[in-house]
């Protein structure tokens, strides 16, 4: 499995971006997936999180403002965010769980800063 995550850039508070993950084949109806994100100095946190069957759900500190969201057709997984606010700063990375055998597969990051 291969993931490639784009979509991030500098954004001014209260500003939206999208990010994506375009995984290298069909294998959301195998894989959880899921946003995580590393801010400078801090460990990686799970930020927003969708099944196979299609739950999802979030970090408290995004809820809201955050939708996590998968295209079947394109096998390509998003992150809305809306709102930013400077602590949502950090490298984005997308990941892929196969939830019986805590197989992981990771994509490389991509770069959030919201700043004014």
């Known amino acids: 499995v291969q993931l490639q995550a784009f979509g991030g850039g500098l954004v001014q508070p209260g500003g939206s971006l999208r990010l994506s993950c375009a995984a290298s084949?069909?294998?959301?109806?195998?894989?959880?997936m899921g946003w995580y994100r590393q801010a400078p100095g801090k460990q990686r946190q799970l930020v927003a999180h969708i099944t196979r069957g299609g739950s999802t759900n979030y970090v408290d500190s995004v809820k809201g403002r955050f939708t996590i969201s998968k295209d079947n057709a394109k096998n390509t997984v998003y992150l809305q965010m809306n709102s930013l606010k400077p602590e949502d700063t950090a490298v984005y990375y997308c990941?892929?769980?196969?939830?019986?055998?805590?197989?992981?597969?990771w994509g490389q990051g991509t770069e959030v800063t919201v700043s004014s």
């Open positions: 084949g069909s294998i959301f109806s195998i894989y959880d």
């Open positions: 990941n892929a769980n196969h939830p019986s055998f805590d197989i992981n597969f």
